[in-house]
């Protein structure tokens, strides 16, 4: 099942590139990726819900197809909120819609929910909770580093790959769980071949500085306080979270109307490791929701 490819247009030129799977008229599922990752990395799971429900993923700002910031721009975490209002504003306008978001995409599905309650019909968080908790003593060195790290990566060329093949090894590099199968696929999707023959991966090479703001649970709980529709928060079985969050369940069981699940075998990659896991729980979820 191939998506159809929309791009929704934003002010100053930038463009947001969403896939959509399903009926027109059936109930929204908007699915929000990860931190240098790609919409097209959900596609196994969003095939098999989009048997029920009008799926649309997104390529955040600086990933995938979207476009990537201007001349002296930033990708600052509260910018992903701009695009997902946007998409949903554009495409669905008149639904309250299911976010769902891995990771940094779950994070950012946290403050679309948080910021417009209204407009949500439930919340999912997979490996989504958020980083180690932060302390306000700690963001001059937080900026000092974020200053230093952008300024290296306002110069480096992405490294290219001389093949389909060789991008595929580096992602099974670093997740050995993931299948070659799958790793060909994000490979594909995830990278452009240039004039030189060689591939490069879509992502803008500023994502990769470290972010200026710290983490507070603080903020993030006034978020999370606002969310009472459903939530599911999902969690790999063998994720690194647990070790960098060990307080992860307490921030889990503060919703007000949530519940948890956690899949066994897999790391903090879940849609890319087992998707048809992944997919089987998101559905099980979706069906108990109210009409």
């Known amino acids: ?5 929309r791009f929704v247009e934003l002010p100053r030129g930038l463009r947001i590139h969403v896939l959509e799977w ?19 990395s959900w596609d196994p799971v969003a095939e098999k819900l989009a048997q029920r429900w009008r799926v649309l993923a ?48 779950g994070m950012a599905a946290a403050l679309f929910a948080g910021t417009f309650p209204e407009r949500t019909r439930a919340y999912v968080s997979v490996e989504g909770l958020g980083p180690a908790a932060m302390k306000p003593e700690q963001a001059p060195e937080q900026f000092a580093e974020w200053v230093r790290s952008a ?33 060909l696929h994000l490979a594909t999707h995830g990278t452009e071949r240039g004039a030189d023959g060689r591939y490069r991966w879509r992502f803008d090479p500023l994502h990769k500085s470290r972010t200026p703001q710290p983490f507070y649970v603080e903020q993030a709980r006034a978020f999370w306080n606002r969310i009472t529709v459903p939530v599911l928060v999902v969690m790999g ?55």
């Open 22 to 40: 399903g009926a027109p008229a059936a109930p929204v599922v908007v699915l929000l990726h990860g931190w240098m990752d790609i919409a097209r």
């Open 151 to 183: 300024r290296q990566q306002f110069t480096r060329e992405p490294r290219p790959h001389a093949s389909l093949e060789d991008a595929a090894d580096q992602l099974r590099r670093t997740n050995p769980r993931l299948g070659a199968e799958r790793a």
């Open 237 to 291: 079985e063998k994720t690194w979270v647990t070790d960098m969050v060990p307080e992860w369940r307490e921030r889990a069981a503060g919703f007000a109307n949530g519940r948890t699940v956690e899949i066994e075998g897999v790391g903090h990659m879940i849609h890319h490791e087992r998707p048809e896991a992944l997919a089987a729980v998101l559905s099980d979820f979706l069906e108990t929701l109210p009409s």
């Open 1 to 5: 099942m191939e998506p159809i490819d």
């Open 58 to 105: 997104i390529d955040f700002r600086g990933h995938g197809l979207s476009s990537w910031v201007g001349a002296g721009g930033y990708y600052h975490f509260p910018d992903y909120l701009i695009d997902i209002e946007s998409v949903v504003s554009a495409l669905a306008p008149e639904q309250r819609v299911v976010v769902i978001g891995h990771s940094m995409g």
